[in-house]
C-alpha cells in the first residue's frame, strides 16, 4: 500500500487546529499531521507527494441519511423535477414513450414532480396519465417519495379499486362523491403499492448501483446510508458487498417494522464487510410536511377542521420498538418531520429509558427534524437524541413552508443554531433521491438559509461555514459510532478525503455553493477526480 504526503495547500482538519501545513498517509491511514517540516520528515523515495497547489483538502463527506439503492433506480426513471404544470408532466412521459421501444404493457415510471411548483397547484390524477397512454401502466413519484400518482392500468395491474380500503397510514384518493380511485395515493398507499411494481433485474439494479457510487464519489462523500433496509435493498447491497463492487461505505438501516428478521439472520454485516455493513434499525412516524401529511400539534395554514397530519403509529407500538432497539443495543433511527411526531418519539424513548432505570439510548436519530420545537431540542439533549436536519428544505421549500405554516412556523425549520447552542450533535443530509447528494449546497444552505423565490427564512438560525461543514463531517462520524475512524484529519483515522478547488471557510458565503469537488479519496485511493 503507497504512502501520501499531501501539502501546500489549505488543509481543513476539523480538529480544534483547524488547519495544517501537511499530512502523512500510508495503508490508507492518516500517520502524521502537522507542519510541513515535521510531515517531511516521512519522506522517502517511496512516498507519493501530493502538490495541493493551493488547493483546499478536509475530510471528505459522510452522508447521514439518504437512500442509495432508491436513488440508483430513479436513474433509469423519468425526470419530472423540471414539470411546472400538469402539460409538462404529460410531455415528459410521452417523449420517453417516443423514445423508448417499450412493449404493451411494460410500466412506465417517472420521479420528482411537486404539486407545489405545478401550475395547477394540485396533484394530478389518473385522468391526467391516461392521456400519455392507456397501454402501459404509469406511475410517477413526488419529489419527496411519500406520495405519487397512478394511471387507469397501473390501478388495474396493482389491483386497487372502489372496494379497495385505506391502509393504516395512508390514503387512497377518490373521485369526488364516489369511492372510485383517481389515482393519486399517499403515504402507505403509496409506498405499499408502489412496490407491487415489478422491478428490473438485480444485475441491471446493481449497474445501477454502480451509477449510483459514482455520483456520491463526485460531490466528496465516502460514507452513504441506506436509509431503509427491506429484502430487496439488502440483497442487492449484499451482493453488491460480496462481489467486491462498493467502493465507498454504506450503512444500511433495517425495516424493524417489516423486516426485523434481516437483521437477525445476518449478524456477520453487523460489521463491515467489503463496505457495507448494518448500523441499526429505522422507523417511520408521520409524513412530509410539503406534502402535509406530517403530524403537526397546530393546524397547517389554510386547512379546514384544523387538520395537523397525522399520525402512524400508537405510542404503545412505538415504545416496543424503542425496547426492542435498546436491547439489541441497535440503534434507531425515525423519520419525524412534525413537531407532533417528534413528541410522540421522544416522550416514548423518555417513557422507556425511565422504565429502564437508565439513560443508555444509543445515540438515537430524529430524521429530518424538521418542525422540531425549541423545547424538544432541550429534551433531546437530555437523552443524547441526535437530530439530522434535511436543510435543504430551507431553499427548495422553504415558499412552501411559509405559505403552509406561516412565517414565524417556518422560520424555526431545521434549527441548526438553535441546537449547537443547547449542546446537541447534529447533523445534515440531503434524504437522496428527495435532492442530489451535494452537500456543498447543503453547507450553502445551513449557512445562508435562502429559499428558491430568494427569502431569508429564518435568518437567526443561520450557523457558520465551520460549524456547517461539521454537520457531514465529524458529527456525522459520531451519528454513526465511527469518530474514532472518521470525520476529521487526524492521526490514526481513515485516510478520506476531499479536495475541493476553494475553501469554504473564506469564500463569500453565498458562494459556497459554487464551490467544486476536484478529488475524492477513500483508505487514501483516488475514487473520484474531475477532468
Known amino acids: 500500500m503507497k504512502e501520501q504526503i499531501f501539502y501546500n495547500g489549505q488543509i481543513i482538519t476539523m480538529e480544534e487546529d483547524t488547519y495544517a501545513e501537511a499530512v502523512f498517509t500510508r495503508y490508507g491511514m492518516i500517520q502524521h499531521v502537522g507542519t510541513k517540516e515535521e510531515v517531511f520528515t516521512h519522506k522517502t523515495e517511496k512516498t507519493e507527494m501530493i502538490d495541493l497547489n493551493g488547493k483546499t483538502m478536509l475530510p471528505s463527506f459522510i452522508d447521514p441519511h439518504s437512500h442509495l439503492t432508491a436513488f440508483a433506480t430513479t436513474l433509469k426513471l423519468v425526470p419530472l423535477h423540471d414539470a411546472k404544470s400538469f402539460a409538462d408532466i404529460i410531455s415528459a412521459l410521452q417523449i420517453f414513450q417516443e423514445s423508448h421501444s417499450l412493449k404493451e404493457g411494460e410500466w412506465i415510471i417517472g420521479f420528482g ?8 397547484k394540485k396533484h394530478p390524477t389518473k385522468e391526467v396519465l391516461d392521456q400519455v397512454s392507456t397501454k402501459h401502466p404509469i406511475v410517477i413519484s413526488h419529489a419527496s417519495g411519500h406520495m405519487g400518482v397512478m394511471n387507469s392500468p397501473a390501478l388495474q395491474e396493482i389491483q386497487i379499486t372502489s372496494d ?94 417489516n423486516s426485523k428478521d434481516l437483521a437477525d439472520s445476518n449478524q456477520r454485516y453487523r460489521s463491515y464487510f467489503n463496505h457495507f455493513k448494518i448500523g441499526g434499525y429505522k422507523i417511520f412516524l408521520d409524513g412530509s410536511p410539503q406534502g402535509k401529511t406530517a403530524w403537526l400539534t397546530k393546524p397547517y395554514g389554510n386547512e379546514k377542521d384544523g387538520y395537523c397530519g397525522y ?20 440503534q434507531l433511527l425515525t423519520h419525524c418531520n412534525g413537531d407532533a411526531a417528534c413528541d410522540q418519539l421522544i416522550n416514548n424513548f423518555e417513557t422507556v429509558l425511565h422504565e429502564r432505570k437508565d439513560n443508555q439510548s444509543n445515540r438515537p436519530v430524529m430524521i429530518h427534524a424538521q418542525t422540531v420545537r425549541y423545547d424538544q431540542l432541550v ?62 449546497h447543503t453547507i450553502w444552505c445551513a449557512v445562508n438559509r435562502v429559499t428558491k423565490a430568494g427569502v431569508f427564512i429564518g435568518e437567526f438560525e443561520k450557523i457558520s461555514p465551520l460549524d456547517a461543514l461539521k454537520g457531514v463531517t465529524i458529527n456525522a462520524a459520531y451519528q454513526y459510532f465511527e469518530e474514532d475512524l472518521k470525520g476529521s484529519i487526524k492521526e490514526g483515522k481513515h485516510a478520506d478525503f476531499v479536495i ?29 477526480k474531475r477532468d
Not at 383517481?182 to 403499492?193: H, R, S, W
Open 113 to 120: 414532480y411537486d404539486n407545489n411548483d405545478l401550475m395547477e
Open 164 to 257: 379497495t380500503l385505506n391502509p393504516e397510514g395512508g390514503v387512497i384518493g377518490r373521485i369526488d362523491s364516489s369511492n372510485e380511485p383517481n389515482g393519486y395515493l399517499e403515504e402507505n398507499a403509496f409506498i405499499q403499492n408502489s412496490a407491487k411494481i415489478p422491478q428490473p433485474s438485480i444485475e441491471e439494479v446493481c449497474q445501477l448501483i454502480d451509477e449510483a457510487q459514482n455520483i456520491y464519489c463526485s460531490y466528496g462523500i465516502t460514507t452513504a446510508q441506506e436509509g431503509i433496509v427491506n429484502g430487496k435493498e439488502f440483497y442487492l447491497l449484499k451482493q453488491m458487498s460480496d462481489e467486491n463492487r462498493l467502493k465507498i461505505d454504506v450503512i444500511g438501516y433495517v425495516d424493524l417494522k
Open 311 to 330: 399520525p402512524i403509529y400508537k405510542d404503545e407500538e412505538v415504545q416496543k420498538f424503542i425496547q426492542t432497539a435498546l436491547d439489541e443495543k441497535m
Open 379 to 440: 429534551s433531546m439533549k437530555q437523552i443524547n437524541m441526535i437530530p439530522s436536519f434535511f436543510i435543504e428544505h430551507t431553499y427548495y421549500w422553504g415558499d412552501v413552508h411559509i405559505k403552509n405554516l406561516g412565517m414565524e412556523r417556518a422560520s424555526r425549520i431545521s434549527p441548526a443554531k438553535t441546537a449547537i447552542e443547547n449542546g446537541l450533535c447534529y447533523t445534515f443530509h440531503q434524504d437522496t433521491p428527495v435532492v442530489v447528494p451535494d452537500m456543498l
Open 500 to 528: 475541493l478547488n476553494h475553501n469554504p471557510l473564506t469564500v463569500d458565503s453565498m458562494m459556497i455553493k459554487d464551490i467544486t469537488v476536484l478529488q475524492t479519496i477513500k483508505n487514501g485511493e483516488t475514487i473520484f
